[in-house]
């Protein structure tokens, strides 16, 4: 299934489940923002492999995650804060760069993850996780936990902990569930963090 999406190209790579706390400021997202609240249409996360988030539009990595408004306010510094909640991987088909340098793709959306139980050798990680989350403020305070769910576990660790974002990104393309949890093993044993 296809459909055309905004995307918002960005320093970071969030998985489906995920949350992602934003500032708007610059006019073309606020008028994404403002036409998906609207529509209630879905907004296109996915990692700048060239350029910048400002400025003219950035070359993008082919695969993001589609996202929902959750949350919005106006904060005190007059800026628009929102959060993003993600939903589906896709893949982008083709994509065109408005005059305006918003980015409009169609996108074909991806299979999601089979569900996979946290195996007793990856405990270690959930541990880890927990402690992260209970430090942060909402909305990752008050998410819903599955520390059980080894691709829930996996992808907030990814998301949260300061790993090079190519290596998020190779993280975040991997089809299975068990094959990221090696992956993430390895990296954080080479890190000292294991």
Known sequence: MTQIIPLFPLKTVLFPRGFLPLRIFEPRYLDMISGCMKSGSGIGVVLIREGREVGH???????????????????????????????????????EVRP??????????????????????????????????????????????????GDWVSARLIELLPLPLQSKQE????????????????????????
Not at 172 to 194: A, H, M, N, P, Y
């Open 100 to 149: 305006n340098q918003l980015v409009q793709a169609e996108v074909e959306l991806l299979p999601a993850m089979s569900a996979c139980s946290l195996d007793v050798q990856y405990q270690p990680m959930a541990v880890m996780l927990e402690k992260i989350i209970t430090q942060l403020d909402p909305p990752f305070s008050t998410m819903d936990t599955r520390y059980d769910d």
């Open 57 to 95: 539009a950035a070359r993008t990595y082919d695969v993001g995650t589609l996202t929902q408004i959750s949350y919005w306010h106006k904060r005190a510094d007059g800026l628009l804060g929102i959060t993003l909640s993600g939903s589906q991987r896709f893949r982008i088909l083709s994509h």
């Open 171 to 194: 993280l975040f393309l991997l089809e299975d569930v068990s094959t990221r949890l090696q992956e993430l093993e390895k990296i954080l044993s080479e890190k000292g963090l294991w």
